[in-house]
């Protein structure tokens, strides 16, 4: 199995910066993928970054300009710098991750972390 493990979130003011992070463990044979999900309450779950093994990178609009994501291959972390924040980017940040892993066979799976809180406020 696979276990992603988040963390990084706090509480940080307008401006601020936070660095989250997501280290991928278990039965682990490549990963092709791995990105940050964020769900505010009432809200949809949206994606906010997403980049591949190959390091292609998507960001979703209100954050291109201000979050980066990178992948460490060697040690199966993604990391997702988090400059200029607003009160609007509160929310609960899920890291994702699409791996290929081995049971009778190697297949390809989708795991999630179970969520890291940041909460941007004054």
């Known amino acids: 199995q696979v276990q992603l493990v988040e963390s990084g979130g706090g509480l940080v003011q307008p401006g601020g910066s936070l660095r989250l992070s997501c280290a991928a463990s278990g039965r682990i044979v490549s990963i092709n993928a791995m990105g940050w999900y964020r769900q505010a309450p009432g809200n949809q779950r949206e994606l906010v970054a997403h980049?591949?093994?190959?390091?292609?990178?998507a960001y979703e609009d209100s954050a291109k300009d201000r979050f980066t994501i990178s992948m460490d291959n060697a040690k199966n972390t993604v990391h997702l710098q988090m400059n200029s924040l607003k009160p609007e980017d509160t929310a609960v940040y899920y890291c994702?991750?699409?791996?290929?892993?081995?049971?009778?066979?190697?297949?390809?799976?989708?795991?999630w972390g179970q969520g890291t809180q940041v909460t941007v406020s004054s």
């Open positions: 994702d991750a699409t791996i290929i892993t081995q049971g009778i066979g190697r297949y390809e799976a989708h795991y």
């Open positions: 980049i591949t093994s190959g390091g292609n990178t």
